[in-house]
Nanobody
Framework: QLQLMESGGGFVQPGGSLTLSCTASMSAMKNYVIAWFRQAPGKEREGISFITMGGSMKNYVDSVKGRFIISRDDTKNTVYLQMSRLNVEDTAVYYC???????????????WGVGTQVTVSS
């Protein structure tokens, strides 16, 4: 099973930027749809972006559209989430997940990372 590890989280002021990375244990990552989910305090986990195999399709939820960019480098077994114009509502634990279908439903993903904390605060 693919093992995933997120990195790049941290503390940032409103309006700032962060780039998250999701690195896989195997080159098989290129055969998966990779999604980013997040869970804010007291809220359910939500899917915010995914990228299909080869990067042919990318999708974003409305709350991050125009501010976040997802990309993948299969030579490095890594998917990135560039986040800009961050606001306090983006504070959450961010997870990456690997699956077979380009959807925002958790059960569609078979491998998950442990998450990385992003805190946006002044």
């Amino acid at each position: 099973q693919l093992q995933l590890m997120e990195s790049g989280g941290g503390f940032v002021q409103p309006g700032g930027s962060l780039t998250l990375s999701c690195t896989a244990s195997m080159s098989a990552m290129k055969n998966y749809v990779i999604a980013w989910f997040r869970q804010a305090p007291g809220k359910e986990r939500e899917g915010i972006s995914f990228i299909t195999m080869g990067g042919s399709m990318k999708n974003y939820v409305d709350s991050v559209k125009g501010r976040f960019i997802i990309s993948r480098d299969d030579t490095k077994n890594t998917v990135y989430l560039q986040m800009s114009r961050l606001n306090v509502e983006d504070t959450a634990v961010y997870y990456c997940a690997a699956g077979r279908s380009p959807i925002f439903i958790e059960k569609g993903y078979e491998s998950w990372g442990v998450g990385t904390q992003v805190t946006v605060s002044s």
